[in-house]
């Protein structure tokens, strides 16, 4: 996909027509769907009536399938990394939901653009926290999120700003009692390479009363990524992603990458994926978007 229009063009990525796929959700053949040990200690009962012992590595790079599976909810998700072979940045996004309101949805490219859209408008119940602009870019940058902060991001550009005093303006999205996290990344692309930083901003304490802000800057290694989702599993309240952004695998395969991620998230809550990788020597855009609903 091409990013050649006046505001979303990359300037210093002269991007050649990519590649877009939409595959039904159904399409992958199903598999086994474990994930992350964030709430097991050491010898304590893990979640799942076992008793586990906390990795203690913390260099260690996962596969992704291994960090969501058999997890029935980890809500919305931004990969970010490059590939092993270190010629594609990689990221992905995805989007899980409980509700019937949450899952009539889909993604969808609209002149360079991912978009959430309803699947179904007469059923559209608040589209306030599930419509929005996911993916843009703009000059040098790319920016991925979970909401429409992607738009002040991009404004926040335009002004002269930077991603973190973009978000300023934004806290923590109002659906209390979860006080589900804002997430975002931004990758900058120069000198046939890049660079990436992730936010997330949540709720400090469980009234909602304040927004803790958390910035994580990365250089671009072969091989490996970082995943930053809003929740650590399900509940009620759910909740929210605690820590740093997880250590995992970038494969040189694009499908194979695409068909982990949407093979081990949960069947019943998952709703869309996209992913994206670019040819840092020729700035070349590939595309994969999966839609549960078609």
Known sequence: ???????????????????????????????????????????????????????????????????????????????VGKSKNGKNAVTAYFIMGRSANSRNRVFALRKGVLYTEPYDASKVED????????????????????????????????????????LESRTFEPDAPNWTPRISAELTFEKKDFSYRMSILKSLDAAGSACARYLFTYPAVAGLGHFLHTYVT??????????????????????????????????????????????????????RIVNKNQ
């Open 234 to 287: 399900d509940g009620n309240p759910i909740p929210t992603f605690q820590g740093e952004p997880e250590r995992v695998e970038i494969p040189d395969e694009m499908d194979r990458f695409t068909e982990t991620l949407w093979n081990t998230l949960n069947e019943q809550n998952k709703i869309s994926l996209y992913v994206r990788y670019t040819d840092l020597a020729t700035w070349q855009v590939t595309e």
């Open 1 to 79: 996909m091409c990013y050649n229009d006046r505001e979303n063009s990359i300037q210093e990525m002269p991007v050649t027509d990519g590649n877009v796929e939409y595959h039904r959700g159904a399409g992958f053949s199903e598999m086994p769907t474990v994930w992350a040990q964030l709430l097991r200690g050491r010898g304590a009962p893990g979640l799942f009536g076992r008793e586990e012992k906390r990795d203690l590595n913390i260099y260690k790079i996962s596969d992704i399938g291994e960090l969501i599976r058999e997890n029935p909810y980890v809500g919305r998700g931004i990969v």
């Open 127 to 166: 589209p306030s926290l599930i419509i929005y602009a996911a993916v843009r870019a703009y000059g040098n940058k790319l920016v991925v999120t979970n909401g429409d902060q992607t738009d002040t991001i991009i404004e926040g550009f335009k002004a002269g700003k930077t991603f973190e005093e973009s």
